[in-house]
């Protein structure tokens, strides 16, 4: 079996590397720079790609001039702070990019439809299904058959999302039981020297392993002052 892994670089997706190995996919590895300020992580991805023994490619969507596009987010766009708080806040509103899984999941599908492979993997898990709605299991379902129509006759790719109804803190302990390097993963979104601690995907991480009972490698910047909501 051959699986194309969408890799960002993060604790998620890297687990998600580690399971599909472990389930004996053949992978290879597909991680996007889209102009998120957070783009070390990559570097994180290629090291996770090549420690699975998978084939990375890194899609440039910043240099086709499509991460230019891509403005009105934390994430992309310097004209907003990255907000600082629990993950489900709703302040975390302000990170949504528009559309990124679609065009992620789009090229990879098509990359997959011409090497051979029977599937796309992505790391989407249940925290994120208040903020994003591109990581609810009813786009991933409509996104696959919308995908089987604009293949038919050239490939049958499934999608596969296997942390759609797992929290993060099951995400660590499987993790931890598969032996992922998680000190090598990078979720700031600050994309600073170390983890700030602070901002959303800091905070859920910290508390994903304080819930998971495992111990937790990351250096951050900073102790979070606010409470979950």
Request: charged fraction near 20%.
């Given at each position: 079996?051959?699986?194309?892994?969408?890799?960002?670089?993060?604790?998620?997706?890297?687990?998600?590397?580690?399971?599909?190995?472990?389930?004996?996919?053949?992978?290879?590895?597909?991680?996007?720079?889209?102009?998120?300020?957070?783009?070390?992580?990559?570097?994180?991805?290629?090291?996770?790609?090549?420690?699975?023994?998978?084939?990375?490619?890194?899609?440039?969507?910043?240099?086709?001039?499509?991460g230019r596009m891509l403005r009105g987010s934390a994430l992309t766009d310097a004209s907003f702070e990255v907000p600082e708080g629990h993950y489900a806040a709703e302040n975390m509103r302000v990170t949504i990019v528009p559309n990124r899984n679609a065009i992620m999941l789009a090229i990879a599908c098509a990359?997959?439809?011409?090497?051979?492979?029977?599937?796309?993997?992505?790391?989407?898990?249940?925290?994120?299904?208040?903020?994003?709605?591109?990581?609810?299991?009813?786009?991933?379902?409509?996104?696959?058959?919308?995908?089987?129509?604009?293949?038919?006759?050239?490939?049958?790719?499934?999608?596969?999302?296997?942390?759609?109804?797992?929290?993060?803190?099951?995400?660590?302990?499987?993790?931890?039981?598969?032996?992922v390097p998680f000190a090598n993963t990078w979720s700031c979104y600050k994309g600073g020297e170390i983890h700030c601690g602070a901002c959303g995907t800091c905070y859920e991480r910290r508390e994903a392993f304080q819930l998971a009972g495992v111990k937790d490698p990351t250096e951050y910047a900073a102790e979070p002052v606010f409470q979950a909501p």
């Open positions: 079996m051959k699986a194309i892994a969408v890799i960002s670089g993060g604790l998620d997706s890297t687990t998600l590397g580690y399971l599909m190995r472990d389930q004996g996919y053949k992978l290879e590895a597909l991680s996007f720079n889209y102009g998120q300020r957070h783009r070390k992580e990559l570097a994180f991805a290629e090291t996770v790609a090549r420690d699975l023994g998978a084939p990375w490619t890194l899609i440039n969507l910043e240099a086709a001039g499509i990359a997959a439809g011409s090497s051979g492979a029977e599937a796309v993997a992505l790391a989407v898990h249940a925290g994120d299904h208040p903020i994003y709605p591109d990581c609810r299991p009813d786009f991933i379902h409509s996104f696959e058959a919308m995908e089987r129509i604009a293949m038919e006759g050239t490939a049958q790719i499934s999608i596969l999302a296997p942390f759609s109804s797992h929290s993060k803190a099951d995400i660590v302990q499987l993790g931890d039981k598969l032996g």
